[in-house]
């Protein structure tokens, strides 16, 4: 005779449980800015969405050891970013043949009939030229230039001081412009 | 590019607006008369630009959703190998139902099945080999056994479960917990029934099971006696240690995910104490301890009577009129319950309570409950499903729902034969009903 008991056995919560809950709330609550942060690194609406895929399940497999006590926006912003820009400059190399940048015509014009156009390459080549930059540089011209956070924010998310922040910014910017020489020029 | 007294470092500062007005005014009235300079800010005013173009990205709900979704469905399916923290967490959950809100009640009662569960995990597993044949019958000379079962949770804010158990070699059962929850457990010649008090709401369930195999190596008898023989598998002796004012020797055993130690008097060979630790679940701690062999056990010790001011529980009210239909809506729930919408992997006997915690365990299980039954309806639909399960007698029907998932019409996963009916009932993974004649039964 095995002490199997009656009712009982079904008053037992069966899988999904409060950090379940929590981990579904932080999913559809935070689903959007990730996905919007990964599209604006990669521009792609298909790469944005694998990043968010990465970006939770990474969470989901060390949820347990997270504690309450997490800054989720920031936490998102730094694993989002980081992640876009590896899927990005992952994508230059198997995708981009190695000077097919400079084969393209130059020059870009705000006001001619292809402005359009024009201003896509440029976010083109800026997209991939950031993904270039040195990681931290790269992180810091994201969060600042595309993201629009406040440099304290940047400094939190980043873990590093504000004026370090503003070193790799400047850095950043100041490299982008001149790997985009040539199409900056007006 | 500003070979001068303005850096590259300013014109950048310069162009993010960092400047102060003054120094912003100085740089303004270099680049007038300084044209590298001025095509240099111009070049990074264009850049700048151009990111602000690139932060408005379109608003695409649609993705957005969709990628939710799919990666709670992800995580769902990984859930495998995240038993640790599943099990973890689900105690936590127990600690936070039970801190005081409207389902304390109903949570107490779970913790008791979270304990006794983890105690049936003693029942299992073989119980052969030399020490425990030699032992064994000596040990069923044995009338009475009594010991305490102590289950840590590991949670600071959920209590530790203590619960005294029973067992009379007449074929009696009972464990009790401190504060009055009680199962007693009779056998009958092809099962066992039983009552379950639940004090809080002064109710009681009473119910019986028929079928139970008699499984030898999963007696309660067995499994002391497994603990008792320990020693002579032990793949670590401990020193002596005192306990309780006596000085015992341990001996340890890891198997599986378990780590057992035993603790026995050196002078007696009696077994005074036995640990239990689970990988699976770090923090929940079982210890058995005061084992006592034939102390004198009351028949009213046993008995299956409710006390006078107790109510049954409206579940078993009309559990005679339990049918088919009560079989189906039960797949039906267990269909909903589970991520994959698969049936149950057995229905047979009370291995399916284990089984599901088991598959809780392992994440099978979307929620809590399935959606849209909930607490006060999925007990009750279990409950009718496996009493009409139950009332089957052997070898009128067979179960062939193992790894099917709702929805195919064409494959059958349940046949059985009505008493007295010549043909028999067979429930499609759709839950259709059909007919059918002996010889046209699914192989």
Known sequence: ??????????????????????????????????????????????????VHQEVFLAIWRRWHRYDGQVNWTAYLYRATVRKALEMARRRIVCRVPAGALKETPRGVTTNGPDAALQTDELQQRLAAAVARLPRREAEAFVLSRLERVETAEIARIMGCAESTVRVYLHRAVARLARELHEYLDQ | MSPHNVTNEQLVQFALGELSCEKAGEIEAHIRQCEPCRQAVGRLRSLLDCADSMSAVPEDEHIVESANRKVLLAARTENKDQSRYRVQSSVAHFGRLIMGNRMAKLAAAAVVALAVILGLSLFTGDGTGKVYARMVDQLHRAHTLTYSMVTMTGVESMPTVRMDIAYRNTGHFRVATADGYITVLEATETGAKGISLVPPTKSYVVFEMANVPDDPAKDPWATVERLRALPARADKVLGPKEIDGRTLDGFQVHEDDATTTVWIDPKTSQLVRAELQFAGTPGMDV????????????????????????????????ASEVGERDFIEFLRLWTNWTADASFPPTIGGPDIAKIAVQMAREGKFVGPYAPAYGADRQPQIMYRGLVFISRLPGGTWRYAGQNVPFGDPAVPIFWYQPQGSATWRVIYADLHVSEAKPENLPK
């Open chain 2, 287 to 318: 210890i058995l301890s005061d084992f006592q062999f034939d102390a004198v056990l009351e028949d009213s010790f046993f008995s299956l009577q409710p006390p006078e001011e107790y109510t049954p529980v409206q579940v078993t009210a009309d």
């Open chain 1, 1 to 50: 005779m095995q002490p199997g008991l009656g009712l009982e056995m079904f008053l037992l919560p069966g899988s999904t449980t409060v950090s379940d809950q929590s981990f579904e709330n932080l999913v559809n609550e935070h689903g959007g800015q990730v996905v919007r942060t990964a599209a604006r690194v990669l521009r792609d609406a298909s790469l944005a969405h694998d």
